[in-house]
């Protein structure tokens, strides 16, 4: 696109705040954040959700500049919410930009997930709720192309709508970087003119599209020339709300509400809450008559004290979200059902929801035993076969994708659509996810973006696999459940200990060294009994996920040179 006037409108001039970079500048960070971003991950390309907003156009035009036109795909997901006039523009700045694009119609898939499954997951569903399927949709969507096309998905969120968490947890800002994060919405509109954004898509009024007629400043209650100077002078100056009312002439009732809103959606900018490895830690070192040595919690009194300590955290955290309880996806796994019965523990059995969702009959039969334990904790629980969804998706798809996709995309969708429904469930009867990812996947990356790691508090994370089965022995966990091989559940007789190649007794040990203690390939290999091959060989795999661990960057948040975090990673630069 052509470069276009950069000057101001009058309205934009009298925003009282001065941004630290020019559209200039935000224009080379967010290129450079792609850039980088596309060739540390070894990807091909990156996905862009086209809404013909101004913040996707803009998203789009930065990523071409970056990676190239031909290494851009666009994405346009339009429901009935969705105006002609904005897919119009979608494709108009995708065909200008001469781009790759389809045109997926979304709302087959969500007529059937409001008429078939919506009713079950939950009687209090409204449009908001309905609008956040929606998002999430998108997301699973765009992860679907970018895991059949090794790319990455590019977000087009802005740092207006962060601040005031102005977006779908796990929905819109689930995304692997985000260009525009350090761009406040005026900022977007004065790049976008750098760009050449066509006039009208810059001028129109910004909208989520989550319903017919919705706009944001509608939403949000003023304009972004209102906004953005309250947020930049309550967050980045460090203003009281007083000082900010009195600087740009506002009533202190006004910016309180958005420095409140700002404190109430910090969990939605932040990763879930997690038990430390400490934790675990502390009770291997102060348990009396234990040995000093013991990597691992075990013993009644570990664990009783174990026991004590997840129900306390999770007893807390949803205490302080003032929340109704929690929603906990439940597979018939030992680890979903650990998480399960610790809520029981730290709530009562009322406050916790189950949802059993198979895909399949290849799954459905390992569901069996997640029900027998919904109904001896005593728990409400909805369980639904999720294929009919799933295959909707994947008919709604191209042809081209779906025909491609591995078993891992499938899987990965089938994870997000949990994650889906989970939120569906816990936005309309206000509770947190709960998740049941342990340690030893959490390290390893054996999990989904945005899929089973989509929660709001990952009260397992602190412990080892063994260290899990032995709680759930303790907790009377029945021993069908703990002996069953564990499994994502992705296809037919996989398992999670076909996917590292290793039991999880040795895979915890070994990332115990590799990890907590920080012992070095070389010392691993030797104390574990394995060849320093198969110890760099989880070495990379924990580097190399570590995306999945961590928030999605902006220009600003991106390391340039990230310093070695642990002394493998050292190792295995010095190796190359």
């Known amino acids: 696109m052509a470069t276009s006037d950069t000057s101001t409108t009058e309205s934009e001039s009298t925003a009282s705040y001065d941004t630290d970079a020019t559209p200039a500048q935000h224009r080379e960070q967010g290129v450079a954040l792609i850039q980088e971003m596309v060739e540390t991950a070894g990807a091909c390309g990156v996905v862009v959700n086209l809404s013909g907003g101004i ?14 036109a031909d290494n851009v795909y666009g994405l346009c997901l339009p429901t009935l919410a969705s105006t002609n006039a904005n897919m119009h523009d979608a494709h108009t700045v995708a065909t ?12 087959p898939v969500l007529d059937m997930f409001e008429d078939r499954f919506a009713p079950e997951l939950s009687t209090n569903g409204d449009r908001h709720a309905i609008g956040n399927v929606a998002s999430r949709l998108r997301m699973a969507c765009a992860y679907y192309v970018a895991n059949t096309t090794n790319s990455l998905v590019v977000g087009t969120g802005n740092r207006t709508e962060q601040l005031l968490g102005y977006f779908t947890k796990h929905g819109d800002s689930g995304v692997d970087l985000h260009p525009l994060g350090d761009c406040y919405k005026t900022d977007v509109r004065r790049l976008a003119r750098l760009l050449g954004i066509p006039a009208e898509i810059i001028e129109k009024p910004p909208t989520a599209g989550l319903w017919a007629g919705q706009t944001d400043e509608t939403e949000l209650g003023a304009s972004y020339q209102v906004l953005d100077p309250v947020c930049h002078q309550l967050v980045d100056a460090g203003l009281s709300v007083t000082e900010v009312a009195e600087l740009l002439h506002l009533d202190p009732s006004t910016v309180r509400q958005y420095a409140e809103r700002n404190d109430r959606t910090t969990h939605k900018r932040t990763l879930p809450t997690v038990t430390s490895r400490q934790l675990i830690e502390d009770i291997t070192t102060t348990t009396p008559n234990t040995d000093p040595t013991t990597a691992f919690v075990a013993g009644r009194e570990m664990l009783l004290q174990l026991h004590d300590a997840l129900t306390a955290i999770i007893e807390t955290e949803v205490t302080e979200a003032g929340a109704s ?3 906990v996806t439940m597979s018939g796994s030992v680890d979903s059902s650990v998480a ?7 709530l009562g059995a009322d406050r916790v929801h189950g949802l059993v969702l198979p895909c399949g009959k290849a799954t459905e039969a390992a569901t069996f035993d997640a029900v027998e334990l919904a109904e001896s904790l005593g728990i409400e629980y ?13 008919d709604v798809l191209p042809d081209a994708l779906t025909t491609s996709a591995t078993v891992r995309t499938h899987g990965n969708l089938v994870a997000r659509i949990r994650m889906l429904c989970a939120y569906y469930v816990a936005n309309t009867t206000d509770r947190l996810v709960l998740g049941t990812t342990t340690r030893s996947e959490w390290l390893t990356g054996y999990f989904t973006k945005h899929g089973d790691g989509g929660v709001d508090l990952q009260p397992l994370i602190g412990l080892y696999k063994t260290e899990l089965r032995a709680l759930a022995r303790t907790m009377e966990i029945p021993p069908t459940i703990i002996a069953k091989p564990p499994t994502a559940g992705f296809h037919i ?3 999670d200990e076909s996917e590292p190649g290793m039991a999880y007794d040795m895979l915890d040990e070994l990332l115990w060294y590799l990890v907590d203690t920080d012992a070095g390939i070389e010392h691993t290999a030797k104390t574990c009994g394995v060849t320093p091959e198969v110890v760099e060989q989880y070495a990379h795999r924990h580097i190399q996920t570590r995306h999945k661990r961590r928030l999605p960057p902006t220009p600003a948040t991106r390391e340039t040179k990230p310093a070695a975090t642990f002394f493998h990673e050292l190792e295995l630069l010095f190796g190359e």
């Open 55 to 68: 913040d996707s156009s803009t998203t789009a035009a930065l990523a071409v500049e970056a990676v190239g």
């Open 96 to 107: 200008e930009l001469e781009i790759a694009h389809n045109t997926v119609e979304l709302q």
């Open 325 to 327: 309880g929690v929603v």
């Open 340 to 346: 399960a019965a610790l809520a029981v523990a730290a």
């Open 382 to 394: 909805t369980m639904m076969n999720l294929h009919p969804l799933v295959t909707r998706i994947e």
């Open 493 to 495: 007789n996989q398992t």
